[in-house]
C-alpha cells in the first residue's frame, strides 16, 4: 500500500521536473479538523506552464507508484489545477490566482515546509 508521504513525494517531484515554484507542503496531520493529510501547492507563470505542471504531476505519480487521482478540476481555464490523491490534495496556481486565495495561510496552525525552487 502507498503511504500518503510518497504521494506527497512524487507530487513535489513531478513540479520540480517542470520548474514550479513557491512549493509548499501542508501537513496538516496533527490537525484534529481538516480536510485532508496533506496540501501541496506550487505556482506557475501562465495557463500553459500550469497545464504542463498538471500534466507532469498526473503522468509522474502514475508512472512512480502507480496511483491516478480521484479528480482533477480547473484544466478549462487553468488558472488554479487541483488534484484529488485521497489524503492528499495538489494545487497548481497561476502566481496572482495564489496569492489572492492564499490557501496555506488558511491552514496556518498546520506544519508547513517550504521547498527549495531548482535553479
Same mark, same amino acid.
Given at each position: %500500500?502507498?503511504?500518503?508521504?510518497q504521494i506527497v513525494q512524487m507530487i513535489v517531484e513531478g513540479v520540480q521536473e517542470l520548474k514550479g515554484k513557491k512549493i509548499?507542503?501542508?501537513? %496538516?496531520?496533527g490537525l484534529h479538523e481538516r480536510a485532508c493529510d496533506y496540501f501541496v501547492i506550487c505556482e506557475a507563470d501562465s495557463s500553459t506552464h500550469v497545464g504542463s505542471i498538471a500534466d507532469s504531476i498526473k503522468n509522474y505519480v502514475q508512472q512512480q507508484i502507480g496511483i491516478k487521482p480521484f479528480a482533477v478540476d480547473g484544466r478549462a481555464n487553468a488558472e488554479w489545477i487541483a488534484f484529488d490523491y485521497g489524503q492528499v490534495f495538489a494545487h497548481v496556481?497561476?502566481?496572482?490566482?495564489?496569492?489572492?486565495y492564499d490557501i496555506?495561510?488558511?491552514?496556518?496552525?498546520?506544519?508547513i515546509n517550504i521547498i527549495p525552487d531548482l535553479n
Open positions: %500500500m502507498v503511504e500518503n508521504k509548499v507542503v501542508v501537513d %496538516m496531520t496556481f497561476q502566481s496572482p490566482i495564489r496569492a489572492f496555506e495561510h488558511l491552514w496556518a496552525d498546520a506544519a
